[in-house]
């Protein structure tokens, strides 16, 4: 049952035909062969993943299994927190970090029986698009271990493709959920701003932060998302709004729904394996009943430079808080509170994260605050503007993720030819809109290549559908990388 | 073009409270003015009018009951300072000897 989606794992166990601590110890035999060569996990939790497995075989055996999750064996990105189990944020500033609680989405994973096999790599502080940035190591992509397998969550994402996990969560913030999960050839689901609560996820840019799962299919994002979503009173943020039943309308088909195609998704420069893959799906998708239409949205040329303002402008104020005084690194020796924090920030944060301090400073500083983060602000509206418009006339709109497919290991030298990735997936951010990526084909070296829909805010249950209807008209999802 | 200066690093990077090594201040400079001068092509657009948007989903003043409910067990929380004493951070001297 490795490498088999939740949903078909956790039906073997109802059926008897296997457990959750035999397929815990399987999967922990492969993180302990494979997981060397990979770099997925920056810890891996066996003595509790096994201690919870235990318990979830107990339920099976007494008839009490607590739904569809209960015994999945999952990675979580190691940027929430865990109660006693060291979160790194892959970073130096928070190796020995010991959380006291666990964030809200996982003590609900946890609630409905999920087993945590360990935490997921990332890019330092969830900033980067390649895993690249981890201060401990970086991850490999387990189609081609010369290439990145995206990020900032590429630990949890290439965990699943390499079946080193069953499922994850990741976190989205510019686009670090879908971008790997189309570099790895998995599903990776955004959901809509406030639709999962925050609580317990090292910030980063709080108006832009989005936790969600990456799955074998849709259907296990599906029952990831459910287990997750709903209001939380310890985040404020988190949307009173009702869940749905996700896994009801999942199958309805595309049959009527109105997609748009829009021309700014398809640019001068993209990789034209890319285009082909997107074009040939939004094929497929006609062929299934679904009505396509050209759209527009003009704001999206402007969505990358906006970003690159209001993420690191978050950032630097989120990141102030790590100054040596009440957790994380300290350096000693310093003579002053200032040198103290100054040298600790200097030793603890890598070379990213100080760019996006640094560039976040600077765009809130006297002087320059209403030309950039003002005038950043104003253009995020309209990029918002766009998909207000784009949504009064169609359902859904259909996309690339990234314009071309993973890259090498120090390809992206230049910072800014690293965030050029994310200019299909940022807007989603910038708007709050929930948005999926799944597998749409491979480029001829055999590389995963990802469609993106992005839906109206707080449907969520469009977005799968859509992706769901794609996934099982197409073969994709039966590939595999021929890792271990 | 943004055409950011040695001066100007090292006065960001004062604000971020971030020691900069002098080969780091350098490389600082110039990839700051790169992304910037990307950065800067939201200039050509016209946003007069237009209301900002700090958070996509509108929100505001979320409320809760004034109840008291069980916090954190301090000794719990505490347990990941760097440095400390009895309940308190313990941090360099801060004000100057004036006895």
């Known amino acids: 049952m490795i490498g088999r989606p939740i949903h078909e794992l956790t039906e073997a166990y109802r059926r008897g035909e296997t457990t959750p601590t035999a397929a815990t110890e399987t999967y922990l035999a492969r993180i302990a062969k494979l997981d060397g060569e990979l770099g997925a996990y920056l810890t ?12 979830s075989d107990a339920r099976y055996r007494a008839g009490k299994a607590r739904g569809p999750l ?102 989205d913030t510019g686009g670090s959920i879908r971008q790997p999960a189309a570099f790895c050839g998995v599903v990776g689901l955004k959901p809509t701003y406030g639709r999962v609560s925050r609580y317990g996820l090292v910030a980063f840019g709080s108006s832009l932060d989005h936790i969600g799962p990456l799955a074998r299919d849709v259907t296990d994002a599906a029952l990831l998302l459910q287990a997750i979503a709903g209001a939380d009173a310890r985040d404020a943020t988190c949307l009173p709004a009702p869940v749905p039943d996700y896994a009801a309308t999942l199958a309805q088909g595309v049959k009527g729904l109105r997609l748009g195609l829009p021309d700014e998704y398809f640019i001068e420069g993209m990789d034209a394996e890319v285009e ?114 784009a949504f009064g006339r169609v359902d859904l709109i259909v996309a690339p993720v990234t314009p071309n497919v993973a890259f090498k290991h120090g390809e992206k030298e230049d910072p800014l030819a690293m965030y050029l990735n994310d200019i299909f997936a940022v807007p989603a951010d910038m708007a709050g809109l929930p948005a999926i990526s799944v597998p749409c084909g491979f480029s001829a070296a055999g590389l995963p290549i990802g469609l993106q829909f992005i839906g109206r805010a707080l449907d969520e249950a469009s977005v799968l559908r859509a992706a769901y209807a794609y996934e099982q008209a197409t073969p994709w999802r039966e590939r595999r990388p021929s890792l271990g | 073009m943004p055409g950011i200066t040695r001066e100007d690093v090292l006065h960001i990077a004062r604000l971020a409270r971030l020691e900069l090594s002098d080969p780091e201040l350098e490389t600082m400079r110039a990839q700051l003015d790169s992304i910037l001068t990307y950065i800067d092509r939201l200039k050509v657009l016209d946003v007069t009018g237009v209301e900002p948007t700090s958070h996509a989903v509108p929100l505001v003043n979320v409320m809760r009951d004034d109840e008291v409910v069980p916090s954190f067990p301090q000794d719990e929380m505490l347990r990941n300072a760097p440095d400390r004493v009895g309940e308190l951070f313990r941090v360099p001297r801060i004000l100057e000897d004036s006895a």
């Open chain 1, 276 to 389: 082909r893959a997107v074009r040939a799906a939004v094929d497929v998708l006609r062929g299934l009943g679904a009505a396509v239409e050209r759209i527009s949205l003009p704001a999206t040329p402007h969505a990358l430079a906006t970003y690159y303002v209001i993420a690191p402008a978050e950032a630097s104020s989120n990141l102030a808080r790590y100054d040596g005084v009440k957790y994380g690194l300290r350096v000693a020796g310093a003579k002053d509170l200032v040198e103290m924090s100054s040298r600790t920030r200097a030793a603890g944060f890598g070379a990213e994260v100080k760019r996006r301090i640094m560039l976040g400073t600077y765009v809130l500083s006297a002087g320059y605050y209403e030309a950039y983060y003002g005038r950043a602000q104003k253009v995020r509206t309209l990029v918002r503007r766009d998909f207000d418009a």
């Open chain 1, 70 to 171: 209960d015994g999945a064996p999952l990675a979580y990105k190691d940027v929430l927190c865990t109660r006693g189990v060291v979160t790194t944020c892959g970073s130096r500033m928070l190796e020995a970090f010991v959380p006291p609680y666990d964030a809200t989405a996982i003590e609900r994973l946890t609630a409905v029986g999920a087993v945590m096999l360990g935490k997921g790599n990332m890019d330092e502080f969830a900033m980067g698009s390649s895993t690249e940035h981890s201060a401990f190591k970086p991850t490999r992509n387990p189609w081609d271990l010369a290439r990145v397998p995206g990020g900032s969550s590429g630990g949890p994402a290439a965990a699943v493709a390499a079946s080193l996990a069953a499922g994850g969560l990741g976190t």
């Open chain 1, 44 to 55: 891996v939790t066996r003595e509790q993943a096994l201690r919870a497995a235990a318990d």
